[in-house]
């Protein structure tokens, strides 16, 4: 009998994908976290965006800049919650112990959560602009509802590390409070809410350092807005999900020392 | 080193803070030995898994698992285990967790096989927030061998089950055991230990102070105890002469514990003393354990 091999440790795509699906199934299953996510989106477009849908902002429709909007503050809001809140939840309870005392691989813990986040997401996405379409809030093409729905999926990276640092600083209960302190006020500084040209100048000026307004900025430019160059909104959310990782990963090792060492 | 060797410690210690959890221990454990730690809460048990599995790092020596680090995937491949107070995330059902945990394994054990071994059919689509303590720990314990492991680590795998679910749960581990697998788990029952181990070490103040299979250690304490009803007409005088170690009263039943039994009989005879229900039996794992350690928590 071989003591080197990895013939018994499983594969590592199968067991990112059986992770993903409980992840999601624990995310669906909180009425707390699902409910409110997908349905907060489609409330506020229903409430800030359908009664002025064709009257236009920016040079595009006021529709479908704010299903823009609010499907940014979807991603972000899934990929926040479904990080901070189950990593934490993990730290607590001690399944984190459990599962390092399997073969499963930390990739597999990671992977999992991320494809878990990026589905709800998804989800999230596509009730929102369901909602839109049938209320005739909007009338895109499908390109451009798919180039909206990519994009904001692949933005959505520096609020899963963020999430990620939040479940790995903070406890179970405070961590959805400092997740709300986070998002809420990011959101609105970012012109998620309320749209940018109606901001003051300060928020304007200083939006530029929240990743909140780059994921904006990527989504305003996917249904025809003026917006900074995607190239520049890329690179800011780039630099943002690295610096957001190295917190997260300070915390990790940090906690790996206590609990591990 | 010896390929069979599960568990190897060589000076192996761990130090919290100030605390001596682990005193240097040097010990292996082959394959296919049911091997129980019995101690006192707080007597390092714990500590003694989470090195062997590569949970704690040793502040000394050096703990491997299957001849590697017990940090490596591949030697926690072949390992199933059960740690105490771990929780999983309570909105998913027991199939699903099942899954996952046979996800980390490339040969693991079918899912009815698994649920059927942990005596969990009837719960398999139950939300894990409605199981029981018991039903839990039968969780655990699924999740422990849904790999199919060589080696099982359980820590204090019986704690909220009832009297019932204990004894087949320990059955399974006979079955397991003679199936070839090691198993090492910890306990402060000593009637656990000796219903399933072959071998038992006692550990106490982070010290091992006993090693051995169940019949040595209860040789090792050479007491027999002499047990009859109708204490009534014993008075203290009656026993004080005779090779006696120490006497119990219960439920008007007296229990005496001696080196001698033969004499401590001759003696109670002689003084026309009625003996009703006479027993003498060898004592038990509990009196040389008891004698063993500072005693507390252990029963």
């Known amino acids: 009998m071989s003591t080197t091999g990895w013939e018994r440790v499983g594969p590592l795509w199968p067991s990112i994908l059986a992770t993903a699906r409980c992840e999601f199934m624990r995310l669906y299953r909180i009425p707390g976290f699902s409910i409110p996510i997908i349905a907060f989106p489609v409330m506020f477009y229903a409430l800030f965006g359908l009664p002025w849908a064709r009257q236009h902002i920016n040079g595009v429709d006021v529709g479908d ?60 996405i596509v009730a929102l602009i369901a909602f839109a379409f049938v209320t005739h809030g909007v009338d895109f093409e499908p390109l451009t509802w798919l180039g909206l729905t990519l994009r904001l999926l692949v933005g959505v990276f520096p609020f899963i590390t963020l999430g990620f640092a939040v479940g790995y600083l903070a406890g179970p209960n405070s961590a959805i409070a400092i997740l709300q302190l986070i998002n809420l006020p990011m959101s609105f500084a970012s012109g998620l809410f309320v749209a940018m040209p109606n901001m003051p100048a300060y928020v304007r000026s200083s939006a530029t350092f929240l990743p909140a307004f780059h994921l904006g900025e990527l989504a305003w430019g996917a249904i025809g807005a003026p917006v900074e160059p995607a190239f520049v909104s890329i690179a800011w959310l780039g630099g943002f999900t690295v610096v957001f990782a190295v917190i997260a990963l300070r915390a990790y090792y940090r906690e790996e020392t206590k609990t591990f060492g | 080193m010896a390929v069979d060797s599960v568990v190897t410690m060589h000076g192996a210690a761990k130090q919290f803070g100030g605390v001596r959890a682990l005193l ?29 599995l590569g949970l704690r790092t040793p502040t000394a020596g050096t703990a491997r698992l299957f001849g590697l680090d017990p940090r490596d995937r591949r030697a926690r491949s072949r390992c199933g285990v059960m740690l105490q107070e771990t929780g999983v995330p309570e909105y998913l059902r027991v199939y699903e967790i099942v899954d ?48 199919d492991p060589e080696a099982l680590f359980l820590d204090e795998p019986t704690v909220g089950m ?39 070490i006692v550990i106490d103040k982070g010290r091992i102070i006993a090693d051995a299979p169940p019949r040595v250690l209860k040789d090792r304490v050479e007491l027999k105890r002499v047990s009859f009803d109708g204490a009534t007409a014993l008075r203290d005088e009656d026993v004080a002469s005779l090779p006696v170690r120490r006497v119990e009263h219960e439920n008007g039943r007296t229990s005496i514990y001696t080196v001698d039994p033969q004499a401590v009989l001759r003696g109670l005879f002689s003084r026309n003393i009625d003996l009703e229900n006479l027993e003498v039996v060898g004592a038990s794992l509990e009196d040389a354990v008891v004698g063993m350690t500072s005693g507390a928590d252990v029963r």
């Open chain 1, 65 to 124: 800049y704010l299903l823009a909007s609010f499907g940014t503050y979807a991603v972000i809001t899934v990929a926040l919650f479904a990080f901070g809140v189950t990593v934490s939840n993990d730290r607590a309870s001690k399944t984190t112990l459990l599962m390092r005392a399997t073969p499963m691989s930390p990739l597999a813990y990671l992977g999992g959560k991320i494809i878990a986040t990026l589905f709800f997401s998804f989800v999230a």
């Open chain 2, 24 to 52: 240097p221990t040097d010990l292996a454990i082959a394959s296919g030995e049911i091997v129980a730690l019995l101690g006192p809460n707080g007597a390092g048990k714990t500590t003694f898994i989470s090195l062997a």
């Open chain 2, 100 to 147: 996952m945990f046979r996800s980390f394994y490339r040969t693991p054990l079918p899912r009815p096989e698994v649920l059927s071994i942990a005596g969990l059919e009837e719960k398999t689509e139950a939300a894990i927030h409605t199981l029981s303590g018991g039903q839990r720990q039968r969780l655990y314990f699924a999740l422990a061998i849904c790999g």
């Open chain 2, 162 to 200: 009832d009297v019932e679910t204990r004894r087949r749960f320990w059955s399974r581990l006979r079955d397991l055991g003679s199936a070839g697998r090691t198993v090492l788990l910890t306990t402060h029952y000593i009637e656990e230990a000796d219903a399933i181990a072959s071998r038992i």
